[in-house]
C-alpha cells in the first residue's frame, strides 16, 4: 500500500534561518507532488507542485522553494525565514488525472 | 471573489444532531466537489466526493451539489463525538495533467457527548 512521510512534527525555527522539510512517498512511482500550507482560519494554499523529477510550478510568490531530487521525494526550502512563513505545511500526493489526493501529517512550522 | 467560500465556524452540536456544512464556489466550470476531514494535527483524508450535481450518500454522511446556485453542502446524520474535527471542501479543478484542490477555509466541527 501507498504511504506518505513528512518530517519533521513540529519545527520552531528563528527568523533569518534555513528551512529544509521532506516528503517522501512509498508503494507508487511516478507521482503528482504537492505542498500545501494552512494557516490558522485559512484554508490549504498550494504552494507548489511537481508532476516528475526537477520539475516544479510554483502557485504563489513567496520566501520558499521546492525540489523534487527524486520520484517520490519532495522538499520545501527556504535560505532565510520569515515570521510569516509559520504555519502548517502538508505534502499531498496524487496520479495523474485522479481526484482524490493522500495528505501526509503535516509539520507545523513556528518561526520566532 | 475567493474562489470557494466556506463559513470557519467553530460549530458546536449536541450528539444526535443533524449537521450541516456548506461552501460556495465561483467557478461554474468545476465539477468534482469533495470534503475531507481533518482531525486536529492530522493531515486531511477524503471523505467523499460527487461529480457534477446531485447527493451521494455514504453511511451518515450525504454530499450534496447544487450546481446552479454553486453550493456545495456536506450533511451528517445522527452525529458522534468522533465526527469533532475540521471539515473542508474542496473544488478539483484538473488542467495541466495535474488536479488542482482548491479548499475552503474549513469548518470546525465539536460534537458533544
Known amino acids: 500500500s501507498q504511504t506518505i512521510h513528512q518530517w519533521p512534527a513540529t519545527l520552531v525555527q528563528p527568523v533569518g534561518s534555513p528551512l529544509s522539510l521532506e516528503c517522501t512517498v512509498e508503494?507508487?512511482?511516478?507521482?503528482?507532488l504537492y505542498w500545501y500550507r494552512q494557516a490558522a482560519g485559512r484554508g490549504l494554499q498550494l504552494l507548489f507542485y511537481?508532476?516528475?523529477?526537477?520539475?516544479i510550478s510554483s502557485e504563489v510568490p513567496q520566501n520558499l522553494s521546492a525540489s523534487r531530487p527524486q520520484d517520490r521525494q519532495f522538499i520545501l526550502s527556504s535560505k532565510k525565514l520569515l515570521l510569516s512563513d509559520s504555519g502548517f505545511y502538508l505534502c499531498?500526493?496524487?496520479?495523474?488525472?485522479?481526484?482524490?489526493?493522500?495528505f501526509g501529517q503535516g509539520t507545523r512550522l513556528t518561526v520566532v | 471573489q475567493k474562489e470557494v467560500e466556506q463559513d470557519p465556524g467553530p460549530l458546536s452540536v449536541p450528539e444526535g444532531a443533524i449537521v450541516s456544512l456548506n461552501c460556495t464556489y465561483s467557478?461554474?466550470?468545476?465539477?468534482?466537489f469533495m470534503w475531507y476531514r481533518q482531525y486536529s494535527r492530522k493531515g486531511p483524508e477524503l471523505l467523499m466526493y460527487?461529480?457534477?450535481?446531485g447527493n451521494k450518500e455514504d453511511g451518515r454522511f450525504t454530499a450534496q451539489v447544487d450546481k446552479s446556485s454553486k453550493y456545495i453542502s456536506l450533511f451528517i446524520r445522527d452525529s458522534q463525538p468522533s465526527d469533532s474535527a475540521t471539515y473542508l471542501c474542496?473544488?478539483?479543478?484538473?488542467?495541466?495533467?495535474?488536479?488542482?484542490?482548491?479548499f475552503g477555509a474549513g469548518t470546525r466541527l465539536a460534537v458533544h457527548p
Open positions: 499531498a500526493w496524487n496520479h495523474e488525472g485522479e481526484v482524490e489526493a493522500f
Open positions: 508503494g507508487t512511482s511516478n507521482p503528482n
Open positions: 511537481s508532476v516528475g523529477i526537477g520539475q
Open positions: 467557478n461554474s466550470a468545476f465539477q468534482y
Open positions: 460527487t461529480y457534477s450535481s
Open positions: 474542496a473544488i478539483d479543478s484538473f488542467s495541466g495533467g495535474y488536479n488542482k484542490l482548491i
